[in-house]
């Protein structure tokens, strides 16, 4: 497994995948998508179908509109529902091993080992930005200033939406 900056790599794979929840969107989650762009000619995003995530519809929509909002990003993507990261198998077996890479962030470190024994393909682990936790504790607080520092313009308005219906989730 590799450790991975923010380096620009050529595109030596033909695919790049990830898996997780991405329910609140930040500059991580899109740094992460663009290091997969910048290494393979398409990217697929996994996004949890589990129990405690947000609508897949409203992430998969916050997802697509950021990457097709920021012009540094110009690579072919996917987003597929799955419950968890081996049902991306059929992704993976598309190609040739040597030619898919998994990303994931450096907190995953012990998925990302479990996927490289099991699929026998490339996993890049990249340093963690920010996080989920952050954002939402910047959005409690009303830290605007600070939000607009770890999240796009370009769905600023929709994270913080989706914040608000993870609050009345909880609470109901």
């Keep these: 497994m590799e450790e991975q900056t923010n380096t620009p790599m050529t595109k030596q794979y033909k695919s790049a995948l990830t898996f997780g929840r991405f329910n609140l969107l930040h500059?991580?989650?899109?740094?992460l998508f663009k290091q997969m762009g910048q290494a393979a000619k398409e990217i697929t995003i996994g996004l949890s179908t589990g129990q405690s995530n947000l609508s897949?519809?409203?992430r998969s929509q916050v997802i697509r509109h950021a990457l097709t909002k920021d012009p540094d990003f110009?690579?072919?993507f996917g987003v597929l529902p799955k419950r968890q990261?081996?049902?991306?198998?059929?992704?993976i077996t598309l190609h040739n091993r040597e030619d898919v890479v998994?990303?994931?962030g450096q907190d995953q470190y012990e998925l990302g080992k479990a996927i490289?024994?099991?699929f026998g393909i490339a996993i890049v682990l990249i340093p963690r930005l920010t996080s989920s936790s952050a954002i939402r504790g910047i959005i409690d607080t009303g830290d605007w200033p600070?939000?607009?520092?770890h999240v796009p313009m370009s769905i600023l308005n929709?994270?913080?939406?989706?914040?608000?219906?993870e609050q009345c989730l909880v609470s109901d």
């Design 85 to 91: 990261p081996f049902e991306l198998a059929p992704e």
């Design 116 to 118: 490289e024994r099991h």
């Design 158 to 165: 929709k994270v913080v939406q989706l914040r608000q219906t």
């Design 74 to 76: 110009q690579t072919d």
């Design 27 to 31: 500059n991580g989650h899109i740094d």
């Design 146 to 149: 600070m939000l607009t520092k």
């Design 56 to 58: 897949l519809k409203d």
């Design 102 to 104: 998994f990303y994931l």
